[in-house]
């Protein structure tokens, strides 16, 4: 997946639209998100109405960004994000989307489970228009988009599995060497920042900061910003 930045009108480094598709089992708030995705100039490359299809639609159309619902039927929409994002879309060879869950549900443990499973982020279906649409936005860029008073939840849970984590074993492998900027954005992001704030924060460009993250993911072998958050506070980053 590319790294760029995501524009106003839903473009992608005002090349090409994000790609998106949309997955849930009611047709009429399906149609409907699918239509003001378009409308906002968005690529809508399919739609879904149950798990099995999803995941077959995901792999044929490799879009950027997956709105997904978690109730659906044939498979849970936990075990559709699953399937795509830890197999890279299936095909071995792409890239696997990013994951905005777009839920009726605003429960703890739904959360938790969604984000656990590899969703970048968690918009319950009450949100606006314009919410969802910046929030498809920021998806695509990379960012963790949460309902307010979610993303406090999902940093609590990783904190708390992080004071459980049992220590490097003497054999283990040490973990890879990251550059001074680098483990200093990281240490950031696991604070919770955005890229955009980030990139004030330290006086650089987004596209830098997307760069330096990516770097990292590969350098640990991570496969998400969740996981790379869960990373630096394992190891105490986002202490000050």
Same mark, same amino acid.
């Not at 590319?2 to 995501?6: L, P, V």
């Not at 849970?76 to 994000?81: D, I, L, M, Q």
């Not at 009450?126 to 649409?133: D, I, K, P, R, Y």
């Given at each position: 997946m590319?790294?760029?930045?995501?524009g106003?009108t839903?473009?992608?480094?005002?090349?090409?639209p994000?790609?998106?598709?949309?997955?849930?089992d009611?047709?009429?708030?399906r149609?409907?998100?699918?239509?003001d995705?378009s409308?906002?100039?968005?690529?809508?490359?399919?739609?879904a109405?149950?798990g099995p299809?999803?995941?077959?639609?995901?792999?044929?159309?490799?879009?950027?960004?997956l709105i997904?619902d978690?109730?659906l039927?044939?498979l849970?929409?936990?075990?559709?994000?699953r399937?795509?994002?830890g197999s890279?879309?299936?095909s071995?060879?792409a890239?696997?989307p990013?994951?905005?869950?777009?839920?009726?549900?605003?429960e703890?443990?739904?959360?938790?489970?969604?984000v656990?499973?590899?969703?970048?982020g968690y918009?319950?279906k009450?949100?606006?228009?314009? %919410?969802?649409?910046e929030?498809?936005r $920021? /998806?695509?860029?990379?960012?963790?988009?949460? =309902?307010? #008073?979610?993303?406090? !939840?999902?940093l609590?849970e990783y904190?708390?599995?992080?004071?459980?984590a049992e220590?490097?074993?003497?054999?283990e492998p040490a973990a890879?060497?990251?550059?001074e900027?680098?483990?200093?954005?990281l240490r950031?992001?696991?604070?919770g920042?955005s890229y955009?704030?980030?990139a %004030?924060?330290l006086v650089?460009?987004? $596209? /830098?900061?997307?760069n330096?993250?990516?770097? =990292?993911? #590969?350098?640990?072998? !991570?496969?998400?910003?969740?996981?790379?958050?869960?990373?630096a506070?394992e190891?105490g980053?986002?202490?000050?």
């Open positions: 590319s790294s760029g930045t995501t106003e839903g473009e992608r480094d005002g090349l090409r994000v790609r998106v598709m949309v997955v849930d009611h047709p009429m708030w149609d409907a998100v699918a239509r995705l409308e906002a100039g968005f690529e809508v490359v399919a739609t109405g149950d299809q999803a995941v077959r639609r995901a792999q044929a159309t490799e879009p950027d960004v997904l978690l109730n039927p044939g849970p929409g936990v075990e559709v994000c399937r795509l994002v890279g879309s299936g071995g060879t890239s696997a990013r994951v905005l869950v777009l839920s009726a549900s605003g703890h443990a739904d959360v938790l489970e969604a656990k499973s590899g969703a970048t918009l319950v009450s949100a606006s228009t314009e %919410e969802l649409l929030a498809v $920021r /998806t695509a860029a990379g960012d963790p988009v949460f =309902t307010p #008073g979610l993303a406090g !939840l999902v609590g904190r708390r599995l992080a004071g459980r220590p490097r074993k003497p054999d890879p060497r990251l550059t900027r680098e483990t200093e954005v950031l992001v696991a604070k920042l955009k704030q980030i %004030e924060r650089i460009s987004h $596209r /830098t900061v997307q330096h993250v990516q770097n =990292t993911l #590969g350098k640990l072998q !991570l496969h998400n910003r969740v996981e790379l958050v869960r990373y506070i190891r980053l986002d202490d000050d």
